[in-house]
């Protein structure tokens, strides 16, 4: 038994992550203007936010088609994969879901599962990490999903934006709305839990980060945790610090969170994605 994993760009796992556990990432499009790119592949992560303050046209993105997602499960087939498990960003912020089991149906050259990770970023990115790990120990499917949707239950993630500007400019946001929250100071804290995001609304962020401070108090210990940041390294670094002493054993991650969602998140967010303990 060969279990082959799948997962999107959006996942934000490391390459050195990805290589070693032999996953599949299929990277979701960016559009700029009248120019096409592959997250990922055709742009750095660095060279995106370094360009969207300025950029002329704000950015929009796109799921690969299904035929993208079909010839990926029939490689795997092709290199020995007896099924594949494909995982993806939450269907309640993108249609990579609804793509990947189009694609699935379509597949006859080897059984595929499509799972709904409930999630984003590195929340996906950890259950994607444990999918492939007890892939490689050789449990089949129907062994590894369990673990997996209890894994999707101690599941957060939480993210401070700088600005709402990104959110009016992508059409995520009233643009009333978020002017008034401009001159307010307002600070968004965007949350994700079990495939339900919300949102909390902070006047300063420095608030905002005291918020993330409790909350990753309240959250561990941790079985696996990340620190999340679009072009603010320095505050996930410091963020971090505040919480060292919560950390025991575990591998700290800091990962630039991918344009995708950047495109609507913008500049300044600094967060966390973990996984609490049993």
Known sequence: MSVGIVTDSTCDLPAKVISQLGIQV???YIRIGKHDYLDGIDMSREDFYKNLPDSPEHPTTAVPSPQKFHAIYNALSDEGATEV???HISSTLSAAVNVASTAADETTSVPVTV???GSLSMGTGFLVQTAAELAKQG???REILPRL???IKRTQVWALLDTL???RRSGRMNRIVSVI???MHIKPILKMHNG???AEKVRTRKNGLNRLITMLKEFSPFEKIAFLHSNALEEAKTLQSIVNDLISNQEIWFETINPVLGAHLGTGVVGFACVTKK
Do not use: R, T
């Open 165 to 167: 500007k990104y959110l």
């Open 196 to 198: 339900v995001s919300e």
């Open 26 to 28: 299929i990277p979701f």
């Open 181 to 183: 929250g401009d001159i």
């Open 149 to 151: 949707q209890d894994q």
């Open 85 to 87: 498990l494909s995982i």
């Open 115 to 117: 799972l709904d990770s």
């Open 139 to 141: 449990f089949a499917v």
